[in-house]
């Protein structure tokens, strides 16, 4: 599926009608959607109700902003009712209870959950409580109201630093991290939870580096305080909220002596909930594991260049050490995902940096007129 802008300056959902995957689309489910005020959260909502899909948003706003589920209403246009916001936090069990005794949901996708790294090695603790509380409290409500379908945001964190490239679902599994750990060990209870009881089916997605954003420039990346991850660190330097980039690591074993990643795009990513979606509906699957990447690496230079050029704005670049913890080179093999998913992602950098200048262009500072930059 893809999605434009048509002139009435809705998103449109392209494709022939006749294609397979609106063949095999399944009937209009409701779905419970954790996280989805975020950034991945709020494209995978959007690409849900333009599919059919009725959903129900679960989100504290601890890292998100009410506005970005208004955004995403609106870009819905005629879909935009199917859309319920529930601000609660998913350590709330009665608050739960209460949404899933009202609605019988299909299934629940589960991106809530704090993600950055360097936070999590100074208070583990919050971590552990945030995630894996939330997360076990999550399949417990789900289990006493009969809902037994998820998936789950984990991450190519959990493979480390990889012994060869490109990662395949089968690769043993680390992290070096109290981040890293709370994925691991959700995943862990996803397999225990499928051999307790095999009614639940269950897909755990290992993104590799999500970035940009919808091609509306309506919704997209807004991290609070300084950015940890690269591009939404640069998409800040390009429009002048902070002077430079400081590059970690020039003397990586690859081609410029910088980190190479699978980066994908956002809506890429967000479709690949769809497919794992359709995929729950599958008698034969159990707890699966899929990544969802581009296959292919690009450094850190090769992707400053590409912004550079999608954005026509100079990045400067301070070169530093290597970031304690950074790995060297990491991407994904995307056949398993291909052949059991039917999907493959479209885009490559030069639509994921337009795309994230569209939104930092559109919304320098977010999803907040004022400057928030700490
Ligand atoms: P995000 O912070 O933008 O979205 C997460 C959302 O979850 C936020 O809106 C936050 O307010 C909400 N949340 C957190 N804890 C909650 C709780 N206890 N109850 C209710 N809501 C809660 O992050 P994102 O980039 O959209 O990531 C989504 C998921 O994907 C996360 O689980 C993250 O670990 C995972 N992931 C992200 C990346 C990435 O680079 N962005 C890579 C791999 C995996
Ligand atoms: N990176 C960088 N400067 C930054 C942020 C990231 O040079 O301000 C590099 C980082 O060292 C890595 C790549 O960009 O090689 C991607 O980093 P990110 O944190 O986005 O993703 P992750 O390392 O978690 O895959």
Redesign the pocket.
Known sequence: MRTKIGQSGMVEVDGPPSSPRRRRRPRLRSVVV??G?????SHTVLQLLLGGYKVAV???????AAIAINRVRELAGDHGPNLTFHQ????DKPALEGLFASTKFGAVIH?????AVGESVKKPMMYYD?NLI?TIILLEVMAAHGCKKLVF?????VYGWPKVVPCTEEFPIAAANPYGRS?LFIEEICRDIYQSDNEWKIILLR?F??VGAHPSGYIG?DPRGIPN?LMPFVQQVAVGRRPALTVFGTDYSTEDGTGVRDYIHVVDLADGHIAALNKLSDASIGCEVYNLGTGKGTSVLEMVAAFEKASGKKIPLIYAGRRPGDVEIVYASTEKAERELNWKAKYGIEEMCRDQWNWANKNPYGYEPQDHTT
């Open positions: 954790t996280g005020a975020g950034y991945i959260g679960i989100d504290n706003l601890d890292n998100s609660m936090d998913l350590r991106f809530a959950g704090l993600k945030n939330g945001s984990s991450s190519a964190t994925k993104y580096n999500p990346e991850n």
